[in-house]
């Protein structure tokens, strides 16, 4: 069936075909170069070069109205809309689901709900949910509370916090 021709043909062809992409790979190297390029004694590298402050904590927000503020007008029907990004994991109906219930958390102790297993990093925080509680959790899960269940990355927006904020006070009973 094959014969040594056969094979000799299929091993030139696998040659060439690897030959091929080597010189492709070298030409496309020559023509788009992205490294440094020496120019006389100095070291550049070919590209634009955006000037960028350094900012000191790293993700600091612009300034703007304070969480008290926004809460103070916030709008649960809005807040019922970001509840959408909450409701895959949370219910309203007194059931857990994959996180716990959410029905009456504002104001209720933190890690309360009997029927839950809750991660140590939330069953070690003292206090209360109130408002302000939730305020820092939901801008940061992993920040509020290293080491959390919650794989939820949080609300960058203080206005959806307030508005989700607002809602589950008045859906929440």
Same mark, same amino acid.
């Given at each position: 069936?094959?014969?040594?021709?056969?094979?000799?043909?299929?091993?030139?062809?696998?040659?060439?075909?690897?030959?091929?992409?080597?010189?492709?790979k070298?030409?496309?190297?020559?023509?788009?170069?992205?490294?440094?390029?020496?120019?006389?004694?100095?070291?550049?590298?070919?590209?634009?070069s955006i000037?960028?402050?350094?900012?000191? %904590?790293? $993700?600091?927000e612009?300034a &703007?109205?304070?969480?008290?503020?926004?809460? #103070?007008?916030? +709008?649960? /029907?809005?807040? =019922?809309?970001?509840?959408?990004?909450?409701?895959?994991?949370?219910?309203?109906?007194?059931?857990? %689901?994959? $996180?716990?219930?959410?029905? &009456?958390?504002v104001?209720?102790?933190?890690? #309360?709900?009997? +029927?839950? /297993?809750?991660? =140590?990093?939330?069953?070690?925080?003292?206090?209360a949910?109130?408002?302000?509680?939730?305020?820092?959790f939901?801008?940061?899960?992993?920040?509020?509370?290293?080491?959390?269940?919650?794989?939820?990355?949080?609300?960058?927006?203080?206005?959806?916090?307030?508005?989700?904020?607002?809602?589950l006070?008045?859906?929440?009973?």
């Amino acid at each position: 069936m094959f014969d040594t021709m056969t094979t000799t043909k299929v091993v030139g062809g696998l040659c060439g075909t690897f030959l091929v992409l080597l010189l492709g790979k070298w030409a496309a190297e020559e023509i788009y170069h992205v490294g440094a390029v020496a120019h006389g004694d100095e070291e550049v590298a070919q590209a634009y070069s955006i000037d960028v402050p350094e900012s000191g %904590a790293g $993700g600091e927000e612009e300034a &703007g109205p304070s969480f008290e503020e926004v809460f #103070a007008s916030a +709008d649960a /029907a809005a807040g =019922e809309r970001v509840f959408g990004k909450c409701r895959a994991c949370h219910k309203l109906d007194g059931a857990n %689901a994959t $996180g716990p219930h959410l029905d &009456g958390v504002v104001n209720r102790d933190i890690a #309360a709900v009997g +029927d839950y /297993a809750y991660s =140590e990093a939330l069953t070690s925080l003292e206090g209360a949910w109130d408002p302000a509680a939730l305020d820092g959790f939901l801008h940061d899960p992993r920040g509020y509370a290293p080491g959390t269940k919650m794989s939820f990355s949080g609300l960058p927006s203080v206005e959806d916090r307030a508005n989700l904020i607002a809602y589950l006070e008045s859906a929440g009973g």
